[in-house]
């Protein structure tokens, strides 16, 4: 059984360099979601009910001698929790480490499509819920990793590409 957690609010100390003074962590579920006009000529979606107002909550604060410790602690939720074989999708359960970057990028580089990259690492850790993040959390990764290539090299190497042809070419024109 599990829930996914986030990040609350946080405070910090008025230095130059901010400490954390204290955190809340809570159920994922916390909250109501704020409804749209409803009188919106355009269809949207259905989007599943996930905020239930739940209660479940962990607040840390930091004493005098620098130490976290837990000050509140709510474990009572307002919903049923999912189960164990469910719990590797939870949004704070999914990540991609520096490491996993590293290898998706040189399974990219040699010349694996991105669900291939996917099913690779999931094969050799026994299975897509022991990989850490989903097949869509790995695509948006590999489409952040194409756009980062394209505002800093691709453009600039088109526009060199056009200028050296332009040079070179006498019935070549560019405006």
Same mark, same amino acid.
């Given at each position: !059984?599990?829930?996914?957690?986030?990040?609350?609010? +946080?405070?910090? +100390?008025? *230095?130059?360099?901010?400490? @954390?003074?204290?955190?809340?962590?809570?159920?994922? =579920?916390?909250? /109501?979601? $704020?409804?749209?006009? %409803? #009188? =919106?000529?355009?269809?949207?979606?259905?989007?599943?009910?996930?905020?239930?107002? =739940?209660?479940?909550? !962990?607040? /840390?604060?930091?004493?005098?001698?620098?130490?976290?410790?837990? @000050?509140?602690? /709510?474990?009572?939720? #307002?919903?049923?929790?999912?189960?164990?074989?469910? +719990?590797?999708?939870?949004?704070? %359960?999914? +990540?991609?480490?520096?490491?996993? &970057?590293? @290898?998706? %990028?040189?399974?990219?580089?040699?010349?694996?499509?991105?669900?291939?990259?996917?099913?690779?690492?999931?094969?050799? @850790?026994?299975?897509?819920?022991?990989?850490?993040?989903?097949?869509?959390?790995? !695509?948006?990764? $590999? #489409?952040?990793?194409?756009?980062?290539?394209?505002?800093?090299?691709? &453009? &600039?190497?088109? /526009?060199?590409?056009?200028? *050296?042809?332009?040079?070179?070419?006498?019935?070549?024109?560019?405006?």
């Amino acid at each position: !059984m599990g829930f996914s957690v986030r990040k609350g609010t +946080s405070r910090f +100390s008025r *230095d130059e360099t901010p400490i @954390v003074l204290g955190k809340l962590f809570i159920c994922a =579920c916390a909250g /109501i979601r $704020v409804s749209t006009k %409803e #009188n =919106c000529s355009k269809q949207k979606r259905n989007v599943a009910l996930t905020r239930t107002n =739940c209660k479940a909550m !962990m607040r /840390i604060k930091r004493n005098n001698d620098g130490v976290y410790e837990v @000050v509140k602690h /709510i474990e009572k939720h #307002n919903h049923p929790l999912t189960r164990t074989e469910w +719990s590797h999708l939870h949004r704070s %359960e999914r +990540s991609i480490t520096d490491e996993k &970057a590293k @290898v998706i %990028e040189e399974m990219l580089s040699s010349g694996l499509r991105p669900t291939q990259s996917f099913r690779y690492m999931a094969y050799n @850790v026994g299975g897509e819920e022991n990989v850490g993040h989903t097949l869509k959390d790995h !695509m948006n990764f $590999v #489409n952040r990793l194409k756009m980062n290539n394209i505002e800093g090299g691709d &453009a &600039a190497r088109v /526009i060199d590409m056009i200028q *050296d042809q332009d040079e070179e070419e006498d019935g070549f024109f560019l405006r």
